[in-house]
């Protein structure tokens, strides 16, 4: 696969095998240069708790509905959703629409290894 970094560089992602690529991330060009993985900003739903018992209640009701979230000290960020937004306002939680990265939790069956730094066979 082709690919365009926000400066330009042009460069082949060409890995032996699929890895889960996060933000943050670097993939090292044969070359020896190091490209940052960044998410790109998407509509998401930010949510907030009167409480840190209650954060987690709103985490379990996510979760139940195995929905991929990030979950932070204070908020959790899940993918737009105007039906979970709706429940998660009855269940008491403060829902605000933001455009931001999202790095999700990679799940209870996620591969664990997944999160890895791969080497480009091929560059530009």
Same mark, same amino acid.
């Given at each position: 696969? %082709?690919? %365009?970094?926000? @400066? /330009? #560089?042009?460069? $082949? ?12 991330? /670097?993939?090292? #060009?044969?070359?020896?240069?190091? !490209?940052?993985?960044? @998410?790109?900003? +998407?509509? #998401? ?10 954060? $987690? ?16 000290e204070s908020r959790i960020l899940i993918r737009y959703d105007h039906v979970i937004a709706h429940m998660l306002e009855h269940l008491g939680a %403060?829902?605000?629409? !933001? ?5 999700? +939790?990679? /799940? @209870?069956?996620?591969? @664990?290894?997944?999160?890895?730094? /791969? ?6």
């Open positions: 696969m %082709t690919l %365009t970094g926000e @400066a /330009g #560089l042009n460069f $082949l992602l060409d890995l032996p095998r699929a890895v889960q690529l996060r933000h943050g991330d /670097g993939l090292k #060009l044969s070359d020896g240069r190091i !490209v940052e993985v960044a @998410a790109a900003p +998407e509509k #998401l739903l930010e949510v907030r708790a009167q409480s840190p018992a209650h954060l $987690l209640k709103l985490a379990w009701h996510l979760g139940n509905r195995h929905l991929a979230a990030q979950v932070e %403060t829902v605000t629409v !933001v455009t931001a990265p999202s790095d999700p +939790e990679a /799940g @209870a069956y996620g591969d @664990a290894h997944t999160h890895s730094h /791969g080497d480009l066979s091929h560059a530009h």
